[in-house]
C-alpha cells in the first residue's frame, strides 16, 4: 500500500511540472491575430535587474514595435516605476531600429534600467532571427 501511494504522489508531481511547463504565457513567440509578442522570460534567464530577473513582452506589428510590457519581477516598485518609463522609447519604432537604439536609463534605477534594455534588445534579436 506504501508503495502506492508513493508512485501516485510521483505522478502527481510529475504531472504538475508538466501543466506548468505548458501553462499560457511562457512560450517565447506567440500571436494575437496580426501580432507577435516576444516574452523575454526564457531568453532573459540570466539578465537581472537590482534584484533578479526583469522579463518583458514585446508587442510587434507590421515589423514595429507596438508596445514593451514588464512582466512581474522582483525589483523594488518605487524604483522599477522610474526604469519602466524607458520601454516608452521603443515603441513605434522599426525592429531594426529599436534593437539599435542607446537609450539612456534612468537615475537611480540604473540595474533595473540596464536589466530592461538588455531584454529588449533580446527580445528583438530573438524575434528577427525566429518570427
Known amino acids: 500500500m506504501k508503495g502506492i501511494k508513493f508512485f501516485s504522489a510521483a505522478v502527481v508531481v510529475a504531472g504538475s511540472a508538466m ?14 491575430g496580426d501580432t507577435t509578442i516576444v ?28 508596445k514593451v510590457e514588464a512582466l512581474q519581477n522582483r525589483e523594488t516598485p518605487k524604483f522599477f516605476a522610474k526604469a519602466k518609463t524607458l520601454l516608452g522609447k521603443y515603441e513605434g519604432k522599426s525592429v531594426a531600429k529599436a ?16 536589466a530592461l534594455k538588455k531584454n529588449v534588445q533580446l527580445g528583438l534579436e530573438y524575434y528577427k532571427t525566429h518570427k
Open 19 to 32: 501543466l506548468l511547463s505548458m501553462m499560457p504565457g511562457d512560450e517565447t513567440i506567440t500571436h494575437e
Open 39 to 66: 516574452n523575454t522570460r526564457t531568453i532573459g534567464k540570466g539578465v537581472r535587474g537590482f534584484k533578479g530577473n526583469t522579463p518583458l513582452k514585446i508587442y510587434i506589428r507590421k515589423n514595429k514595435v507596438v
Open 99 to 114: 534593437a539599435k537604439m542607446n537609450v539612456d536609463g534612468v537615475t537611480g534605477a540604473t540595474y533595473s534600467s540596464n
